[in-house]
């Protein structure tokens, strides 16, 4: 099992920056990936950024450019830097692990980005 602990979530004006967090814990051993899903009120749940064990990352479009994602040097901890927030990027962000197929989500994290 692995255990997904997100924090840095919160209330910024538009333009503002934020940075989350999350930390995993239990069985880290072989985690091939990390990322970012994001999900707003009636929306699904969508990707927002991941990134491998050999520090390859993607990230959806709509954040190209304004958002990092980062993941420290032990791999347990990854990082999201979002920088020139948007209102339409308020939503609840939840940090996932994939190891061996196997998909592990954090409780989420709300960031609200007001106009």
């Known amino acids: ?8 979530g919160g209330l ?4 503002g920056s934020l940075r989350l967090s999350c930390v ?5 051993f072989s985690i091939a990936a990390m990322g970012w899903y ?6 699904q749940r969508e990707i927002v950024a991941f990134i491998t064990g ?5 990230y959806a479009n709509s954040v190209k450019g304004r958002f990092t994602i980062s993941r ?3 791999g347990n901890t990854v ?15 939840y940090c996932y692990a994939n190891r061996g197929g196997n998909i592990y989500w954090g409780q989420g994290t ?5 106009s």
């Open 24 to 28: 995993a814990s239990g069985n880290v």
């Open 38 to 43: 994001r999900q707003a009120p009636g929306k």
């Open 72 to 74: 420290d040097n032990a």
């Open 12 to 15: 910024v004006q538009a333009g």
């Open 54 to 58: 050999g520090a390859s990352t993607k």
């Open 79 to 93: 990082y999201l830097q979002m920088n020139s927030l948007k209102p339409e990027d308020t939503s609840v962000y």
């Open 110 to 114: 709300q960031v609200t980005v007001s």
């Open 1 to 8: 099992q692995v255990q997904l602990v997100e924090s840095g």
